[in-house]
């Protein structure tokens, strides 16, 4: 894969608007997302890993940095990265870009940790896991 990044792409649709005929702020938490289980999706090992079920990424911090506004009809790219690995956490890096101009539309860092899910914490990023991800951190 030459480019660790992923791409998924949506159209605005007249539910995601607010009262202004923009795109409400919290549909761009919905794209994000869309986003993040496209990442995934283009990458069976690692959800393999984490369908055992014995841990799961687990948001902890969320930011965005919302830019211009969508509005109906506009399509919308959401272009997905892993930005940084950490021994006990990652942060993923994602723009919101619109299609017809490639204007960003909102950006948005995610750290997210790996939970241990019968002890409820957060482990260590290690073995088949972190040598799945670290060739996907974008330089």
Same mark, same amino acid.
């Given at each position: 894969? @030459?480019?660790? !990044?992923?791409?998924?792409?949506?159209?605005?649709r007249g539910y995601h608007l607010d009262g202004y005929g923009h795109v409400n702020n919290a549909r761009y938490l919905e794209f994000l997302e869309e986003g993040r289980w496209s990442f995934f999706d283009e990458r069976?090992?690692?959800g393999e890993v984490v369908g055992r079920g014995k841990v799961a990424f687990v948001v902890?911090?969320?930011?965005? @940095?919302?830019? !211009?506004?969508a509005s109906a009809g506009d399509e919308l790219e959401i272009v997905t990265g892993l930005?940084?690995?950490?021994?006990?956490?990652?942060?993923m890096r994602q723009d919101i870009r619109r299609?017809?101009?490639g204007k960003t539309v909102a950006s948005a860092?995610?750290?997210?940790?790996?939970?241990?899910?019968?002890?409820?914490k957060a482990v260590s990023i290690s073995g088949e896991l972190r040598e799945a991800l670290a060739p996907l951190v974008v330089a």
């Open positions: 894969m @030459d480019d660790p !990044r992923s791409t998924v792409s949506l159209r605005v069976p090992a690692l902890v911090n969320l930011n965005i @940095d919302y830019r !211009r506004a930005a940084e690995l950490g021994s006990r956490s990652a942060r299609a017809r101009d860092d995610i750290t997210f940790v790996l939970l241990d899910v019968a002890t409820n």
